[in-house]
Nanobody, 124 residues
Framework: QVQLVESGGGLVQAGGSLRLSCAAS????????MGWFRQTPGKEREFVATISWSGDTIYYANSMKGRFTISRDNAKNMLYLQMNSLKPEDTALYYCAAGRTSLEMKTLAGCDYWGQGTQVTVSS
């Protein structure tokens, strides 16, 4: 089992930045890929970005490319999401996830573990 706890969400103005963090505990010795998803009320949870255990393979959703950066620190069992140039449509509950590969994790079915989420609200 892997436990994931997100932090760093909050209220920010459009054009601003936030950095989300995800702390992993439990079976962190396994080489999990990790990623971020987001969800707004009434909509399906959507893929944001994933990163392989080594950090060599990264995927972004098209609308996040150039604005969001995913990274990880395996020594600290941490995952990060740097979000710049935020837009009101980025408002959502952001979830951290862990799974087998960064490619498989681009879909919900490829994610084995989930955090509880951290709220990001971008005001216009």
């Amino acid at each position: 089992q892997v436990q994931l706890v997100e932090s760093g969400g909050g209220l920010v103005q459009a054009g601003g930045s936030l950095r989300l963090s995800c702390a992993a505990s439990g079976r962190t010795g396994s080489r999990y890929a990790m990623g971020w998803f987001r969800q707004t009320p009434g909509k399906e949870r959507e893929f944001v970005a994933t990163i392989s255990w080594s950090g060599d393979t990264i995927y972004y959703a098209n609308s996040m490319k150039g604005r969001f950066t995913i990274s990880r620190d395996n020594a600290k069992n941490m995952l990060y999401l740097q979000m710049n140039s935020l837009k009101p449509e980025d408002t959502a509950l952001y979830y951290c996830a862990a799974g087998r590969t960064s490619l498989e994790m681009k879909t919900l079915a490829g994610c084995d573990y989930w955090g509880q989420g951290t709220q990001v609200t971008v005001s216009s």
